[in-house]
């Protein structure tokens, strides 16, 4: 099983709030991978509920507006300082109209951080109507060694959903 070389992966989980980041957050956590997890939104009941998800996995939690283009630069130095590096980002935030932003944000400074400590891939797990203009991102990424892999979010993402999306991982 490809899961086996996760123990030493650095991941951040951006929506870990939503069905698909619990299950991928979880599957990770399970598979060694050092984790932190981020609520997308600053909202008090969400933050609270990946605060009580991050004590059960042991990851590192945070909540922030994923809009915000300082909130998103500071929480991924941050973590990224916290985990010795960054190799994986998987955004699963929706957001409604705002998703598209704040994929383009955490794209761009999770780059920044994982070109730092070499290679990586940036995991987008977003229904199809809302994910953005994946092979863009992937035109600007991929040259700085940053992998963009964009997957087919089921309805209801279970933990078989997530152990196939560990089994992508490089």
Same mark, same amino acid.
């Given at each position: 099983?490809?899961q &086996?070389?996760?123990g030493?992966k650095?991941?951040?989980?951006?929506?870990a709030?939503? *069905?698909?980041g619990?299950?991928?957050?979880?599957?990770?956590?399970?598979a060694?991978a050092?984790?932190a997890?981020?609520?997308?939104?600053? =909202?008090?009941?969400v933050a609270?509920?990946?605060?009580r #998800?991050? @004590?059960?996995?042991?990851?590192?939690?945070? &909540?922030? =507006?994923?809009?915000?283009?300082?909130?998103?630069?500071?929480?991924?130095?941050?973590?990224?300082?916290?985990?010795?590096?960054?190799?994986?980002?998987?955004?699963?935030? =929706?957001?409604?109209?705002?998703?598209?932003d704040?994929?383009? #944000?955490?794209s761009?400074?999770? &780059?920044?951080?994982?070109?730092?400590?070499?290679?990586?891939?940036?995991?987008?797990?977003?229904?199809?109507?809302?994910? *953005?203009?994946?092979?863009?991102?992937?035109?600007?990424?991929?040259?700085q060694g940053? @992998?963009?892999? &964009?997957?087919?979010l089921?309805?209801?993402p279970d933990e078989?959903?997530?152990?196939?999306?560990?089994? #992508?991982?490089?």
């Amino acid at each position: 099983m490809a899961q &086996a070389h996760l123990g030493e992966k650095r991941a951040l989980i951006l929506g870990a709030e939503t *069905a698909a980041g619990r299950v991928l957050a979880t599957a990770l956590a399970a598979a060694g991978a050092h984790t932190a997890i981020v609520a997308a939104t600053a =909202d008090a009941t969400v933050a609270f509920e990946v605060q009580r #998800l991050s @004590h059960r996995i042991g990851a590192a939690s945070q &909540a922030i =507006d994923a809009t915000n283009e300082m909130a998103v630069r500071v929480m991924i130095r941050q973590i990224s300082k916290r985990l010795g590096g960054l190799d994986l980002l998987l955004f699963c935030a =929706d957001l409604g109209d705002g998703t598209a932003d704040a994929l383009s #944000l955490a794209s761009r400074f999770a &780059a920044r951080e994982i070109t730092r400590t070499g290679e990586g891939t940036i995991v987008i797990a977003l229904p199809k109507e809302t994910a *953005a203009d994946i092979p863009a991102l992937a035109a600007a990424y991929e040259p700085q060694g940053v @992998h963009v892999l &964009a997957l087919d979010l089921p309805p209801q993402p279970d933990e078989a959903w997530a152990l196939e999306v560990l089994e #992508l991982l490089p």
